[in-house]
């Protein structure tokens, strides 16, 4: 793991969750950097979404320190603009920077005012264990009903050197980006413009937060940033430019396909391809509708290949198809041909399903280019566990 260079982290526990487990983290780089966000889509929006994007305007794209807590959305509050802005002038004063070059994120129960002392009085000792090799601590700080950490590394090979790029994100319900409970923060030490940098994290999002559901649910709270410092003394020339893109796109699929794995009381990671749509977007909406069903979710969490489900979902998405040009395959085995039953063998196949990942694949034979590829999970009686007792 060889992190981008110029960034220190740190975390602590400050009293935000009833569990005694970090809750509060922060990200500094040691240089300003450029910076890139993209938030929820929710017409409900945190104090913390609402305090990042103005700063990120005032600033003109610049940010040197990322703030987040887990354990309290602060969103739906009475305090919750004060409560934002309060932390990150207190993050601000401790690490001597412009309070808008601080962006804040936070992630937990909605609804429930947040003390600001908590963290204000947290934060000499979070500055305090500022250090470069804590990003794994950092990672875990913000998790909620998360099971496991969710990173990714890459590096990249430039004219002039090399650049690394660092990633984590935490989610695992109340997911499906719209931009799932979902916080994202990538780091990089490549030299980037703002103009430059944000057209690139949203055609990354696009290609992986954005294929992403678990139950259908936006959160009110999501967040990805992205970092790049210029630490590293490698401006991308043109040419570098496709590649870092390429890199990035891969890296944030990860961390999505991670959050899939991870969804709540899942067993099973679904991967859902479609293809023959008239264009990506179509294709993308019959991924999203097939991922979003609770028949085809449960159908898979009992291994049962039942692709009527999927062929129903799929019409029922919107896009216009002949479904007598439909096939369909559930782990490679062909299920449907023309909108119809094929042979295969019941019990191989449900064998075949039998393992944690599972794979769809849907298409339109002589349909258009649009081609998808979207990433859930299945749907179990653990979920309803979970999200029964939240808040308890």
């Given at each position: 793991?060889?992190l981008p260079a110029g960034f220190s982290y740190s975390a602590l526990y400050a009293g935000i969750r009833k569990a005694r487990q970090d809750d509060l983290?922060?990200?500094?780089?040691?240089?300003?950097?450029?910076?890139?966000?993209?938030?929820?889509?929710?017409?409900?929006?945190?104090?913390?979404?609402?305090?990042?994007?103005?700063?990120?305007?005032?600033?003109?794209?610049?940010?040197?320190?990322?703030?987040?807590?887990?354990?309290?959305?602060?969103?739906?509050?009475?305090?919750?603009?004060?409560?934002?802005?309060?932390?990150?002038?207190?993050?601000?004063?401790?690490?001597?920077?412009?309070?808008?070059?601080?962006?804040?994120?936070?992630?937990?129960?909605?609804?429930?005012?947040?003390?600001?002392?908590?963290?204000?009085?947290?934060?000499?000792?979070?500055?305090e264990g500022l250090a470069a090799d804590r990003f794994e601590d950092v990672s875990r700080a913000i998790l909620t009903t998360d099971t496991f950490a969710?990173?990714?590394?890459?590096?990249?090979?430039?004219?002039?050197?090399?650049?690394?790029?660092?990633?984590?994100?935490?989610?695992?319900?109340?997911?499906?980006?719209?931009?799932?409970?979902?916080?994202?923060?990538?780091?990089?030490?490549?030299?980037?413009?703002?103009?430059?940098?944000?057209?690139?994290?949203?055609?990354?999002?696009?290609?992986?937060?954005?294929?992403?559901?678990?139950?259908?649910?936006?959160?009110?709270?999501?967040?990805?940033?992205?970092?790049?410092?210029?630490?590293?003394?490698?401006?991308?020339?043109?040419?570098?430019?496709?590649?870092?893109?390429?890199?990035?796109?891969?890296?944030?699929?990860?961390?999505?396909?991670?959050?899939?794995?991870?969804?709540?009381?899942?067993?099973?990671?679904?991967?859902?391809?479609?293809?023959?749509?008239?264009?990506?977007?179509s294709a993308s909406v019959i991924a999203r509708a097939i991922a979003n069903s609770p028949l085809v979710k449960t159908a898979i969490a009992g291994s049962?290949?039942?692709?009527?489900?999927?062929?129903?979902?799929?019409?029922?998405?919107?896009?216009?198809?002949?479904?007598?040009?439909?096939?369909?395959?559930?782990?490679?085995?062909?299920?449907?041909?023309?909108?119809?039953?094929?042979?295969?063998?019941?019990?191989?196949?449900?064998?075949?399903?039998?393992?944690?990942?599972?794979?769809?694949?849907?298409?339109?034979?002589?349909?258009?280019?649009?081609?998808?590829?979207?990433?859930?999970?299945?749907?179990?009686?653990?979920?309803?566990?979970?999200?029964?007792?939240?808040?308890?």
């Amino acid at each position: 793991m060889n992190l981008p260079a110029g960034f220190s982290y740190s975390a602590l526990y400050a009293g935000i969750r009833k569990a005694r487990q970090d809750d509060l983290a922060l990200i500094f780089s040691t240089v300003p950097a450029a910076a890139a966000a993209v938030f929820t889509r929710n017409r409900v929006q945190a104090a913390p979404v609402r305090l990042a994007r103005k700063h990120l305007e005032s600033s003109g794209g610049e940010a040197q320190a990322i703030l987040v807590n887990a354990g309290n959305a602060n969103c739906a509050t009475r305090t919750g603009a004060r409560v934002a802005l309060a932390c990150c002038q207190a993050a601000a004063k401790g690490l001597k920077v412009k309070t808008n070059r601080v962006l804040p994120a936070s992630t937990g129960v909605i609804g429930v005012e947040l003390d600001p002392a908590l963290i204000t009085t947290a934060m000499p000792r979070l500055i305090e264990g500022l250090a470069a090799d804590r990003f794994e601590d950092v990672s875990r700080a913000i998790l909620t009903t998360d099971t496991f950490a969710k990173t990714a590394f890459a590096e990249v090979a430039v004219k002039n050197g090399i650049v690394r790029i660092a990633g984590m994100t935490k989610g695992a319900g109340m997911i499906q980006p719209n931009m799932a409970t979902t916080l994202g923060f990538v780091l990089t030490d490549a030299a980037i413009m703002p103009p430059m940098l944000r057209p690139m994290l949203r055609k990354a999002v696009d290609l992986s937060f954005n294929r992403l559901s678990v139950d259908g649910d936006t959160s009110t709270n999501d967040t990805m940033i992205l970092l790049a410092n210029g630490a590293s003394g490698c401006n991308l020339k043109a040419s570098d430019r496709q590649v870092f893109s390429e890199a990035l796109h891969h890296l944030m699929q990860d961390l999505a396909r991670q959050i899939a794995k991870d969804g709540e009381g899942a067993r099973k990671r679904i991967t859902i391809e479609v293809s023959g749509a008239a264009d990506e977007a179509s294709a993308s909406v019959i991924a999203r509708a097939i991922a979003n069903s609770p028949l085809v979710k449960t159908a898979i969490a009992g291994s049962d290949p039942n692709w009527g489900r999927i062929l129903s979902a799929a019409g029922n998405s919107g896009v216009a198809f002949d479904p007598r040009k439909a096939d369909i395959w559930l782990q490679d085995v062909k299920v449907c041909t023309s909108g119809l039953a094929a042979d295969f063998s019941e019990p191989e196949l449900k064998e075949k399903l039998n393992g944690d990942e599972c794979v769809i694949r849907f298409n339109i034979r002589g349909g258009g280019p649009g081609r998808s590829r979207f990433w859930t999970c299945d749907l179990t009686e653990k979920y309803i566990e979970i999200n029964a007792s939240y808040r308890t």
